[in-house]
């Protein structure tokens, strides 16, 4: 047999092996096609009920990000088949290009959507540390790394609960100071001279100390404590696997366990943690990944009704 030939077959049995794992119905959308590094991205997926799906964001680089998924709404039927939900966000340090949405059902691949990675340029910054800060971050401690597991544990998980689909808002007035921004690349000069480099995943708003610090979103409230690194400090989960967090608070308002709505006072902003001064840290995660809060607050976290009418369309 001619080597083509047999390559030829191999590539057949390949195509067919793939061509196999399409459930019959399947129908899937994407929000949006063109995305910003830090951008999360919305699937709705109907017509794969029962089948092990996985979503991921790749490139020629590999595997970028992994999606978390949910069903969407138990009574929502598209063609009389169950609608799963799932985001991911695409990292801040991708390169910009061409890349895929990967659905998968265990290890074969479903269907993959082209989208495209725009350019995006980040601040660059040098903080200066005093020796207390220096300590803080560059000195480890078990506390330090039990919080830092605990605080991992969560936000690599994913609940069951939908508390919102909808847009957030900023956790302060949206037009306060901004002293840092989504995306910085840092370096941290410690007090003896020697640098680290750092990505910062959220915005930092330079509010003073006792400024009411609010809900961004429906949630309810995964972490309220005290962490050496980032002070008083409020997770809150709104989707499952879809975190927002809030650091550096003077005092906290709520405890773990509360079902919060949007607006509802979380504490008090402080310069408790690592913080060279008074300023409120916001950060959004998205199965994990830094989520820029600006794009969250400018369109639904999960726009449920422009994805049901791509699905149906
Ligand atoms: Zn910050």
């Given at each position: 047999?001619k ?6 077959i ?16 399947f129908?899937a ?6 995305l ?34 949910w ?16 985001l ?6 991708v ?9 998968e ?25 005093n ?59 410690y ?32 972490l ?9 400090s ?15 608070m ?57 994805l ?6």
């Open positions: 047999m080597k083509s030939l047999v390559f030829f191999l590539l057949a049995l390949g195509a067919a092996a793939r061509l196999a794992a399409l459930p019959p119905h129908k959308a994407v929000i949006p096609e063109h910003l590094p830090g951008e999360p991205v919305s699937v709705a997926i109907a017509g794969a009920g029962g089948v092990n799906l996985r979503l991921s964001l790749v490139n020629a680089q590999g595997r970028l990000a992994k999606a978390v998924f069903t969407l709404f138990p009574r929502v039927f598209v063609e009389g088949n169950i609608v799963q939900a799932a991911l966000t695409v990292p801040s340090t390169k910009p290009g061409n890349a895929a949405l990967r659905i059902n265990g290890d074969a691949v479903i269907k993959e959507f082209a989208i495209t990675i725009s350019d995006r340029k980040f601040v660059s910054e040098e903080i200066a540390l020796e207390w800060n220096t300590e803080l971050r560059a000195v480890p401690s078990s506390l330090k790394t039990q919080q830092a597991n605990r605080l991992w544990a969560i936000l690599s998980r994913a609940g069951r609960d939908v508390y919102t689909v909808s847009a957030f808002a900023p956790p302060v007035p949206a037009d306060t100071r901004r002293t840092g921004f989504f995306g910085d690349r840092r370096v941290y000069r007090s003896d001279g020697t640098t680290d480099s750092a990505i910062h995943a959220g915005i930092d708003y330079g509010v003073p100390t006792g400024t009411t610090v609010r809900a961004c979103a429906d949630g309810k409230v995964a309220a404590e005290y962490r050496e690194a980032t002070g008083n409020v997770v809150i989960e709104h989707l499952p696997g879809v975190y927002s967090i809030y650091y550096h003077s005092k906290l308002a709520v405890k773990e366990g509360t079902v919060v709505q949007k607006g509802r006072v979380l504490g008090e902003s402080g310069a408790t943690g690592l913080a060279t001064g008074p300023h409120l840290h916001w950060e959004i995660r998205v199965a994990g990944e830094n989520t820029d809060p600006d794009i969250c607050s400018a369109r639904p976290i999960f726009d449920r009704d422009a049901l009418a791509k699905l149906g369309g």
